[in-house]
């Protein structure tokens, strides 16, 4: 099992703490998730809110100011009336409470924000989109949870020390994580198995949280799962587990967040399919797998995959690097198809969507985020 | 791997046997790695990372306890 990302999984957490005499301050879900990962080394090796140095660091190096890799800016945009020196109370919507000792409070640059890590500064884009509505000084610190949130999908809430010895309970050496913000289709389960079959087990791990207006509900992608798991994996191989957080919609950049944040939870292996954290065109369908050529030192191993699709031909799932016919023999899993179907109530082909799943789906009246 | 760094004066230097230097020159060749120095970092870092780990006892064999307690209410573990 390879050691966190900077070598000591982050734990920062005392519940005996008082907060009633700290101020408090109102934070929204997406950032209450945030302290919850960062105290429980999901983020590590952050210890709290990025100050500058480390900010300036990951947007023009996509390393730590200490030079280990990492892509995605973790910050706290505020600007109330607070000050360097201070120590506040952090309070989630959804009941997270943590301390936060005030280190540093700064100004940025969103354009260049934006270029960097989205490479595109058109609104139009999700995260630059909320860029544009963070506020304009960031506050970055160390925190310590006080009080852990509460939410309906605690049952699927695992830490990073929870899965390593998981992991270590079931006999895993190697493990291949799969990270996922939709609903399963057989191509999803190909990559998977494909996957699986050279490692020990498989740490399926969706996003829950903020997502675009289209993509599916996380109770939908939740369920659905535990459908394609329970008809057709072997219970000892598979394990389903939250990752709490929003996506960014950061395609390359956030692939190689996604991989040390899952080495984090002790996996050994990450798959990065097409257009990984990807949106419109924003990114090159493969630019995601390019990046890692730039991360040597990520320890993690990336397990690139390119398209699986179905063969009539050759009468199965195959992808590109084992199908010799042309295209026209060629079903591919199309997202926009398969949605399209279950929205007008037509159940896909088996050969696209496992029935189980699709079931799932078809019970919601409506399964997409609005 | 990041160039340019240096300027920091986060830096330092440490000398190995020339001929270690060439064996790495070789290994890193293709690799992504650009440098020695940036190899020898990253070969440094795993290392202490597992000796840490292994001398750092996470939890009392009693907070394990519950912590697989835990995964068995939930249906991860039998």
Redesign the interface.
């Known amino acids: 099992m390879p050691a966190p990302h900077g070598g000591k999984l982050i734990r920062r957490v005392d519940e005996n703490k008082n907060i009633d005499d700290i101020e408090k301050i109102k934070v929204s879900r997406d950032l209450a998730h945030d302290l919850e990962n960062i105290a429980y080394g999901v983020f590590s090796p952050l210890e709290g809110f990025m100050c500058r140095e480390d900010f300036e660091s990951v947007l023009h190096h996509m390393r730590l100011a200490n030079d280990l890799p990492w892509t995605i800016p973790i910050v706290f945009d505020f600007d109330g009336n607070i000050k360097e020196g201070d120590e506040v109370a952090l309070v989630g919507e959804n009941g997270t409470v943590a301390i936060m000792n005030i280190e540093e409070i700064y100004s940025y640059d969103k354009k260049e924000y934006a270029e960097k890590v989205f490479r595109t500064t058109d609104i139009a884009h999700p995260g630059v989109k909320k860029l544009t509505e963070m506020k304009e000084k960031l506050v970055g610190g160390k925190i310590t949870l006080v009080k852990e949130g509460k939410e309906e999908f605690d049952k699927y809430y695992l830490k990073p020390y929870e899965t390593r010895i998981l992991f270590k309970e079931k006999g895993w050496r190697d493990i291949v994580a799969f990270q996922t913000r939709n609903v399963p289709h057989i191509g999803h389960e190909y990559v998977q198995k494909t996957a699986l079959t050279f490692v020990d087990g498989v740490f399926i791990n969706p996003i829950i949280g903020k997502k675009k207006k289209g993509d599916f509900k996380d109770e939908v992608i939740l369920k659905a799962y535990d459908a394609l798991i329970e008809h057709y994996y072997l219970k000892d191989r598979a394990v389903l587990a939250i990752l709490k957080t929003e996506m960014r919609y950061a395609g390359p950049r956030e692939a190689i967040f996604h991989a040390i944040v899952r080495k984090n939870f002790g996996c050994t292996h990450f798959i990065v399919g097409r257009d990984h954290a990807g949106v419109g065109n924003y990114y090159g369908p493969y630019d995601a797998h390019e990046i890692f050529n730039e991360f040597p030192d990520l320890g993690i191993t990336p397990i690139f995959f390119k398209s699986f699709f179905y063969c009539k031909k050759c009468g199965g799932v195959v992808n590109e690097k084992i199908c010799p016919h042309d295209k026209e023999h060629h079903v591919y899993y199309s997202g926009t198809a398969i949605r399209k179907m279950l929205m007008s109530g037509e159940m896909p082909p088996e050969t696209m969507m496992r029935k189980e799943v699709a079931e799932i789906i078809m019970s919601y009246d409506n399964p997409f985020v609005d | 791997?990041?160039e340019g760094?240096e300027e920091k004066g986060?830096y330092t230097t440490v000398s190995i046997p020339t001929p270690l230097a060439e064996k790495i020159k070789k290994r890193i060749e293709g690799?992504?790695?650009n440098s020695i120095s940036?190899y020898v970092?990253?070969v440094l870092?795993?290392l202490?990372?597992?000796m840490?780990?292994e001398e750092?006892e996470?939890?009392s064999k009693e907070d394990?306890e519950k912590?697989?307690e835990?995964?068995r209410a939930?249906g991860?573990?039998d």
Request: glycine content about 4%; charged content about 35%; cysteine-free.
């Open positions: 791997m990041t760094k986060k690799t992504g790695f940036s970092t990253y870092r795993e202490l990372a597992s840490e780990e750092e996470a939890f394990e912590i697989k835990r995964l939930l991860y573990l």
